[in-house]
């Protein structure tokens, strides 16, 4: 990326927050997170250089990721842990902002409203091409086994209601367990 346009990215931001970033912040970030990779001198420039585009908004966690495993010879993962880590550890004014404008940025860098205008139309027309479903002829009857349709069904077959008889009557007296038995 050239001056001018890293000029206009560091003028576009926020004047706080440019302040932040233009201050020695990316050195301080690249130089802690890359203790831990035991970066040499290359490398923790490469991570500067990163650190500092990721904070102009210049290149997004996709391009942090490649940038960083490629130039600093670390696994996707490892660079996908020092982006969310970098992020996480920005302190907290700067950490808010930084999502809310990465997210604008990534909503707004999709598809245009032109785009999408073209793809619903073609999406609607494919759509329309496709063959009706055949779900259920109207005239065959609708079965439902719900207790309160079996009901109704078993109440409009039989007219008059009929109560189930006991098979067997019930005793007078309940029976005794008698202990000498």
């Not at 926020?14 to 802690?32: C, D």
């Not at 990721?65 to 993962?77: A, H, L, T």
């Amino acid at each position: 990326m050239d001056e001018a346009k890293l000029k206009i990215k560091t003028d576009s931001l926020e004047p706080s927050y440019r302040a932040f970033v233009l201050g020695n912040i990316p050195t301080i970030i690249a130089e802690e997170f890359g203790r831990g990779y035991d970066f040499d001198t290359e490398a923790n420039d490469i991570l500067v250089t990163a650190v500092f585009l990721l904070l102009i908004f210049a290149i997004n966690e996709d391009l942090f990721i490649d940038f960083v495993s490629q130039g600093c010879s670390i696994s996707r993962e490892e660079a996908s842990s020092l982006f969310w880590g970098i992020v996480t550890a920005l302190p907290e004014p700067y950490k808010n902002q930084f999502i809310v404008t990465a997210h604008e940025i990534n909503n707004s860098a999709g598809i245009s409203s032109t785009d999408l205008a073209a793809q619903i139309v073609e999406t609607e027309s494919a759509i329309a091409t496709l063959p009706t479903i055949r779900t259920m002829n109207q005239a065959e009857p609708v079965y439902s086994s719900t207790q309160a349709a079996l009901l109704r069904e078993g109440r409009a077959s039989n007219s008059s209601p009929s109560t189930p008889s006991p098979t067997t009557a019930a005793p007078a007296t309940p029976p005794t367990w008698d202990s000498a038995r």
